[in-house]
């Protein structure tokens, strides 16, 4: 079964410090896809990035980075010179590719990130 | 416009009434998915369906049902709604008209519901 462990429920930091989300999963499948979506406080998910499984290059986009590790299967996430509207929660997600991955994605409970002017 | 939209946004219901959920999706997408999000639990899936003919189970179908009417559209019921139901819902579509990877799913606004 899959699953997705995101340990901080909630972090704060102060403006324009670096932050990184942590997230850990399980899978049995050799292909797999990894998400992270951000929920602002207005409540809609964004797309922020997919992953697969073959593909560990670490990407950058802006102040966002990602860092996937397959020997210790994570895939962090971190914010550098965080900024205010960085706030919001982020939830990291999982899905195979056994039938084309249309059995939906298996997500982390959420990190809260609240970053402080 | 929206690609993906639910109706209604929000919504506050008795105990033991029928509700439906709607959600339409203008992306040309063949899969479609219903989540719902509690606080602390992140998102939980409730079922999908692959196309017109094709609905499956999520984690957690027990009390919803699903109706597939047209590719674009994917209806969530809640037959006999109950407080516990009370939460955050979201319709996700995949797919890409030309094939590729289903992956990527798009959510639309959200629907919050309230049982009281």
């Known amino acids: 079964a899959q699953k997705v462990t995101q340990a901080q429920t909630e972090i704060s930091v102060v403006e324009k410090e670096d932050v990184t989300l942590d997230c850990v999963y399980e899978?049995?499948?050799?292909?797999?896809?990894l998400f992270w979506y951000k929920q602002p406080p207005s409540g809609e998910l964004v797309f922020l990035i997919r992953?697969?499984?073959?593909?560990?290059q670490n990407e950058i986009s802006g102040r966002y980075s990602w860092n996937f590790q397959k020997s210790t299967s994570s895939f962090n996430f971190t914010i550098t010179a965080s900024q205010v509207v960085d706030s919001a929660v982020y939830f990291c997600?999982?899905?195979?590719?056994?039938?084309?991955?249309?059995?939906?994605?298996?997500f982390g409970k959420g990190t809260h990130l609240i970053i402080q002017p | 416009d929206a690609d993906v939209t639910q109706t209604p946004r929000n919504r506050i219901t008795k105990t033991g009434k029928r509700i439906m959920l709607e959600c339409s999706q203008t992306?040309?997408?063949?899969?479609m998915y219903w989540y719902r999000q509690d606080p602390g639990l992140g998102l939980r899936l409730i079922y999908y369906?692959?196309?017109?003919?094709?609905?499956n189970k999520g984690e957690i179908s027990d009390g919803y049902s699903v109706s597939r009417q047209a590719q674009a559209k994917f209806s969530l019921s809640l037959e006999s709604a109950i407080p516990n139901q009370t939460a955050l819902y979201f319709c996700a579509t995949s797919g890409t008209p030309a094939g590729g990877p289903h992956n990527e799913q798009f959510f639309g606004p959200g629907t919050r519901l309230t049982v009281l």
């Open positions: 997600a999982l899905s195979d590719d056994s039938g084309g991955g249309a059995d939906g994605l298996t």
């Open positions: 369906s692959f196309d017109v003919k094709d609905i």
């Open positions: 992306k040309g997408h063949d899969r």
């Open positions: 992953r697969n499984s073959f593909d560990e």
């Open positions: 899978t049995r499948d050799t292909t797999y896809y």
